[in-house]
């Protein structure tokens, strides 16, 4: 009976409001989720921390989930239970989601079947955590929406984040020419590491002429662009004709001159994983997949939070001095 009560109820975040970090709370007696038909009840070892979630949780996202909601899509754990029509997993696998139904800051969380990938022996949970989101939205925003070619040059804006090393690993395995920025000397190092041939530091006032220096008079052919608010205006200036910013992350307002769209025939494009169809997500998993078996996929994991300082892990995300990899909510 004693294992039966425990295993109802579970540790999980709860937003009852929408606001600043101090409103994700942790809960002791939160209903353990049941997978119905196509779905899959995963027992969460690690869930990723990504930057939209803190948009999400303070009501200023286009996406609002009603209230109350547990965040988190990223999570790296072992399969509890499955529902009916569930074929590809069973209990006990190791697995990583995309994203989940019922929340991944908790102790179990439910994902549709189709949300769900094996996840590799070679890497551990910390690391399938951080898979989910960085990598699709890298490997989305490069070649499903960037038409990214190899020889072409990318250059990735916050390349230290989850995403930004993503971007560098696959591109340098697709053979683009990476170039990477980051805001401290450990990020640049990290940028470097994982697949970018030069690395700029962005807190530099002259980075952008650096860049130009590298690139040469031609520009750059794609940009991922995590802060479009700061970056994008002077993005358009960076870029080769027919080059492609490619807005993955913004914060804010910003104003551009559109003419200078026009004078190299570039073009803006928004990145918005969620509109993926299930065609390219089945492309950007098996890429992906393929990348961890080859051996040049490997998530770097940066700060780790116990799932009581959640609201630390929100805070640091968006305030701290520069990302070194993805951050992780252990349980």
Known sequence: VAMAATRSVMRAVRVFEFGGPEVLKLQSDVSVPVPKANQVLIRVHVCGVNPVE?????????????????????????????????????????????????????????????????????????????IGVPYFTAYRALFQKGRARAGESVLVHGASGGVGLAACQIARAYGLKVLGTAGTEEGMDVVLRNGAHQAFNHRDPNYTERIKECTGPGGVDIIIEMLSNVNLDADLQLLACAGRVMVVGCRGRIEINPRDTMSRESSIIGVGLFLATEEERSECATAILKGVEAGW??????????????AQAHEDIIHSSGARGKMVLLL
Request: charged share 25%; net charge positive; aromatic share 10%.
């Open 54 to 130: 803190t948009y999400i949780r303070s009501g200023t996202y286009a996406r609002k989930p009603a209230l109350p909601y547990t965040p988190g899509s990223d999570v790296a754990g072992v399969v509890e239970s499955v529902g009916e029509h569930v074929t590809a997993f069973k209990k006990g696998d190791r697995v990583f989601t995309l994203e989940t139904l019922s929340g991944g800051y908790a102790e179990y969380a439910v994902a549709a079947a189709n949300r769900v990938f094996p996840l590799p022996d070679k890497l551990d949970f910390r690391q399938g955590a951080a």
């Open 297 to 310: 996929l490997r998530p770097v994991v940066g700060l780790e939070y116990p799932l009581e300082k959640v």
